[in-house]
């Protein structure tokens, strides 16, 4: 298929998950609305339609929580297909059914690209008029998880890091005792191969984690006071801290004077608080379990994130090339999701080896804006062979390139039309 075939062909997967104003991951699998998804989605709609990349944030923005929190699944109807559906989550904290917990915000990062690359002079007043929700979002996260103020964010969840079964879990995880489940069925199993997806012992726990937060009606204080997973993630650390960046910049631009202060104080603890996460010994950001007080043991892609999070020392842009070029080594396509030379990697287990194109982009971006362009362009020209040969999957061996998980995967496209494509590459050149 042709560099234009696959142009036409991601739009056209935008326009068959659209439901209306928001966007599927893909139809089957993921059948609501997911946070960071939409996100990423809004990065491809721009490419051709950017009233409808603006409409996909601003539906997203329809199901925040009274309390600030943008869920990470808006169940804006009752699908049986998916397990497990908003009678399972029990919650009540915003106008849309929803999950109890949110994930990487990417938002605020992406609502600056658009407004970056406006053509239509409309941009600002919609940024202006999300600028109160992102904040209240940012506050959250600050308040309910990091509230030991150590500048790094937490996870109560697997599933609010977005990369559900990393290996960077599975101590944390096993320290959840299973209770209060009962029996259930899973529904994912029956759309992608089961050797692709998290374990039924990920599963109990994954449901006793919410059956814990159910318990206390989703408070986020009692949450993050006892849950019992609180990690501190270094992918939404480095995802909020580049978010904070780009929403300082909004909040300049909109002349939000007492916010931008605000929003600077933010970044500063955080800068600091990133040395939190660092391995001394991996010479990486890794994950810390803050109710054992451990930090992990592997290099995810997350550490690459620090280059994108605005973290450019010399010892982590060092240490970071280092790793970048070993990894490089092992595997025939870059950036895996776990170190290939971990005992936990697995290529084609969701997030304990495949790669993930949304991943790639925002890994090629740091080395990009850090100097780094030789390995920035590796990414995308990997990214790119990648949908080339195994179409708009979910996720990617590194090994074989093969596309696994679902298909026809909206933020797969979305990537392919706003960063991947040699049409993008050889138009922003």
Partial sequence: MSNSDLDQKAKSILIENDQGGYTVPTKGLYPYQWNWDSVFVA??????????????????FQGQWRDGMVPHILFRKDDPSYFPGPSV??????????????QPPVAATVIRELVDA??????????????????????????????QDLGVI???????????????????????????????????????????????????????????????????????????????????????????????????????VAEASEIRGWIAKMESGAKTLWNEDLKAHVAFDER???????????????????????????????????????????????????????????????IWAMINYMIARGFAEAGDTMRAERLRVDTASL???GGFAEYFSPETGAGAGGGTFSWTSAIWLSWASPTHAEQAA
């Fill in 43 to 60: 990065l491809g709609f721009a490419t051709f339609d950017q009233d409808r990349a603006w409409r996909e944030i601003e539906m997203l």
């Fill in 89 to 102: 989550w029990g919650t009540d904290g915003g106008p849309i059914p929803s999950s109890g917990h949110s």
């Fill in 292 to 354: 054992s007080g451990k930090l992990t043991d592997g290099i995810s892609s997350a550490a690459f994130l620090a280059l994108y999070a605005g973290i450019r020392d010399e010892t982590t842009m060092a240490s970071l090339q280092a790793h970048f070029d070993r990894i490089a080594s092992k595997v025939r396509f870059l950036m895996p999701s776990y170190d290939p030379d971990h005992a936990s990697y697995e290529p084609l287990r969701y997030w304990r080896g495949p």
């Fill in 154 to 256: 937490a996870v109560i969840h697997p599933w609010e890091s977005g990369r559900d079964n990393l290996p960077d879990w599975d101590d944390a995880l096993r320290a959840v005792e299973i209770a209060d489940i009962g029996p259930y069925e899973r529904k994912d199993t029956s759309h992608v191969d089961p050797a692709m997806r998290p374990q039924k012992a990920d599963y109990d726990r994954y449901l006793s984690i919410m059956a814990a937060c159910r318990a206390v009606q989703w408070d986020p204080a009692e949450v993050a006071r006892t849950c019992p997973f609180f990690v501190a993630d270094p992918g939404i650390t480095f995802i909020f801290l580049r978010a904070n960046r780009d929403l300082l910049s909004l909040a300049e631009r909109l002349g939000r």
């Fill in 118 to 147: 406006d053509v239509t002079g409309q941009s600002l007043d919609r940024a202006a008029a999300l600028f109160p929700k992102l904040m209240q979002w940012h506050r959250w996260f600050l308040a309910y998880r990091d509230p």
């Fill in 387 to 389: 949908i080339e040969t």
